[in-house]
């Protein structure tokens, strides 16, 4: 059974940076290596929503509202999904996830404070 452990969250200002982390265990490192792993946030309210993703082939894709401030990486070795998030904004706020084909984590909570 897959397991998705995140971790990195935290309150921060508004302009500060954190980065994210996504383990996942239970998964060979050639499944996790072929599958799109995502990073989604759900902020108070609303509806769980995509932030960014990264194919096998390392191709790369945003939200509009977080282009050129955040950046999603990958590391196959380590069964690992990164979200570097700079010039953080309140907007930003929500618990962040990580996706793996059908599994979810627990989330990590994301507060920006203006």
């Known amino acids: 059974q897959v397991q998705l452990v995140e971790s990195g969250g935290g309150l921060v200002q508004a302009g500060e940076s954190l980065r994210l982390s996504c383990v996942a265990s239970?998964?060979?490192?050639?499944?996790?290596?072929?599958?799109?792993m995502g990073w989604y946030r759900q902020a108070p309210g609303q509806q769980r929503a995509l932030v960014a993703s990264i194919t096998s082939g390392g191709i790369t894709d945003y939200a509009d509202s977080v282009k050129g401030r955040f950046t999603i990486s990958r590391d196959n070795v380590k069964n690992t999904v990164y979200l570097q998030m700079n010039s953080l904004k309140p907007e930003d706020t929500g618990v962040y996830y990580c996706?793996?084909?059908?599994?979810w984590g627990q989330g990590t909570q994301v507060t920006v404070s203006s």
């Open positions: 239970g998964v060979s490192g050639m499944l996790f290596r072929i599958n799109t």
């Open positions: 996706k793996f084909f059908i599994s």
